[in-house]
């Protein structure tokens, strides 16, 4: 029978582990790297275990905290090679180097309680596992190659920890770089088969380094297979959890490890698609998380003696509850108390005014211009509505006179009589749907954030109709008096309040993934059947979401056979510190698939409108980083600008999670010391004088001058020909200057349109081409700028010039 080996693939995946062997019929000896092939951690690095080492007694006693175990190890390494001439060193070795003075008493201390750290936090990694046993089972002898600070022993007893019996009574030999002084690169490979008294060709390598594996194998003609945990995008998603949970839980690493408890769970899942990655990769570990903790406070609930009803809260905690039922499985108790109930922020608010105090905190919350939102939530009938809100319009404040409005007595009792009205539906549409009776514990499941919905049923739930309402949400804001009914995974006793507002600002993207594929429910009717109003994005939308679900769905299953394979079931606190970072990842720095899929999402206000916002635009965002630079985030009304900036450059990502993180000031002239001094030519009434004006760097080489033009009595030119040769020139826009920086919001009608320009401009000894292109033919060339009569509303207003130098006269 003729060997396969030279077909057989050079890199893997866990799941091709199982069947390796069938590509290489006649090995007789299977050898396995040992960490991150056969033993995985649940936390981000390696290092991260001396984060949680320095906490065992022996190091804490002494000061030896994870800064410096590191620095010990690179100062044994360096000594070593001093002294002996050799790269690796023991666990002795590196604690005299950090405590010269060690008795051999205190160094076994130290050993065992580094073992038994790291046993801790390490697992079997299934499909390898799976791949010794199917080695046992063909008769071949397992060995372990470790490029390791342990010893033999050590290692042997860190493996009999984290390992099935079965698995660990298979292997027969264990060798460790330490105890022969030479890394696997180095020539430990020759050493193991000289012990072995075995050919090269008869041993079979799998590792997960390209050099220390793969290539010193290969060197000694040994068979070897690299095993890659992820795909490219994958890898990238669980690098850059890393990075977001340390900008927003900023324990990790200094007061413990880094926790990642779904890398194994991911590295298993076969992807074969942007939406499959969006609901394996993007949520589905952060949905498992949740899933996990509404089970932890179910289970906490049935301990004190009561037996929760969960009402997942639609449309949001659709997905949370399909990734709720796939953790349980098929006949777990808690089953039976779940439901999926339509309760909306309209219609929690809309049964919510008991007095005029209730109206009053509502229209404090909610002041702004959307008074028509305002009219509907307050329950008053259309035509009243709508002769209120036109008078309120007229107005100079138009929310305070609608708030003068609503005040009079005949309004406020219409207000109340509606609400009264709307709570009895609401009630008997729970007696239908839950079973609601006095007595009941009912625990509210959704996403977050303030618990809006909870805020305001809760009083009436409890005084009116004596059942009391605890709150379990993904992501949970600081109100006051939280702690008394609310839990978070995402909490104010987890991270810090401006942590939780970085998350919130950009929740939008979770939101449309988590939803169901119908209206918001705006009223019930008498027998308590839910009225929803269309929605208000496309069906296309939710076409688009129903994969990404599925797969969710399909993930908090197997992860959960993932970790009952491994024997190991995520701590609650390692699970909401995971959930932190995975978040943070999806909202900031979100892959290529990710964005893809979500790509002309929008999302509908909520409000009992029709208002819709996109969640992000990214050619729209192109246009506007040009034309403002970074501050087109505080100016555009879209739902996720790190989605539109990832594009740009992971720095730009970066300073946005860092600005609202650390409530960073930051003005435009922060930005960038770098000006340009614009020379210009203004006119009024036939005077004609020269002047400058700065204009500031915004993105991929533009700058923007904005040039007053009082109330459109001034015109201008700007002579570019002093200082260029060419340019590209983006755009020329009139706008009024208070609009330059304000947030444009979708209910606001009163902000005036920007004008664009490019059209009327006149060149002079300028010669233009596409896409902006311009050739300033002389020095004295010049673009004029007709501004006169072109303003459309009263007040001063600035000209916007966008433009990107391309050749300064000087170099020409």
Known sequence: MKDTVKTAPKTVFPQDLPDILSHFPRVKILSLDCFDTLLWRNCAAPIDVFYDLQHAPPF?????????????????????RTR??????????IYRAAFPDLSDAEVAELADAEVATEARACYGFPATVELIRAAHRRGLKIVIVSDTYFSQNEL?????????????????????????????????????????????????????HEVADLAAATRHGIHAVRLAHHADSARQAVRLEAAATTLLYPAARQARSLPNVYRGAIAQRQVSDASEFLGSIGVGPLLHAFAGFIKHRAEALQAAGRTPKLLFLMRDGYLPMLAFQALLGDDHPLLANVHAVEISRFAAYAASFRTEADI???????????????????????????????????????????????????????????????????????????????????MFVDLGYSGTAQTC????FRKE???????????????????????????????????????????????????????????????????????????????????????????????????????????????????VGLLGRLLFFPTREEIDTLRGFSLDVNLNTDATIALFHTEQAKQRLRRLGLAYTLVDDRMNHPMELRAHGLDLVTLVLTQHRFGWDIALDDLSHQRISLPIMLAKDGAVSPATVEARPTQDGYFAAEIPVGAGEFQFAVKFGQLYSWLQLDSVTLLPIGDMYRKRNVFDRSRAPEIDLNADLVLDKVEAFDDGLLHCMAESAFVFVPA??????????????????????ALT
Request: proline letters at 6%; a neutral charge.
């Open 60 to 80: 804490h006693s002494r000061g030896f905290n994870a800064t410096l175990r590191i620095k010990a190890e690179s100062t044994a390494r360096s000594l070593m």
């Open 84 to 93: 002996a001439g050799l790269h690796e060193v023991r666990l002795p070795n």
């Open 156 to 208: 042997r007893r860190l493996l009999s920890a984290a390992l099935p019996g079965d698995v660990s009574a298979a292997i027969d030999a264990v060798f460790c770089s330490s105890e022969f002084g030479k890394a696997k690169a180095a020539g430990l490979f020759r050493t193991v088969l000289d012990r072995l008294h075995a050919r090269s060709e008869d041993m079979l390598h799998v590792g997960d």
């Open 360 to 442: 009053d905190s509502y229209l404090a919350r909610m002041a702004g211009p959307a008074i028509h939102a305002l009219a509907k939530q307050l329950l008053l009938p259309d035509g009243a509505a709508q002769k209120l809100v036109a008078r309120a319009r007229a107005a100079k404040d138009p929310f305070e006179e609608f708030s003068r409005l609503v005040h009079r007595p005949d309004t406020i009792a219409a207000i109340l009589d509606g609400s009264r009205a709307y709570r009895s539906r609401l009630r008997r549409y729970l007696e239908r749907t839950v079973g609601l009776s006095q007595g009941d514990t009912l």
């Open 457 to 460: 049923l809760e009083p009436i």
């Open 465 to 579: 109709w004596e059942v009391e309402v605890q709150g379990c949400y993904l992501l949970l804001s600081r109100t006051p008096g939280w702690e008394a009914s609310r839990v978070g995974l995402i909490a104010p006793d987890l991270v810090d309040d401006q942590a939780i507002g970085s998350l919130v600002a950009y929740i939008a993207a979770l939101e449309q993934i988590c939803t169901a594929d119908h209206g918001s429910v705006i009223d019930y009717t008498e027998d308590g059947t839910p009225v929803r109003k269309p929605p208000d994005v496309s069906p296309e939308q939710y076409e688009r979401v129903k994969p990404v679900q599925a797969a969710c769905r399909q993930f908090s299953a197997d992860a959960e056979a993932f970790f009952r394979a491994t024997g190991t079931v995520p701590t609650i606190e390692d699970a909401r510190i995971n959930a």
């Open 788 to 809: 006169r009569g072109r303003c459309l509303s009263p007040g001063h207003h600035v000209c916007r010039v966008v433009f990107r130098p391309l050749a300064h006269r």
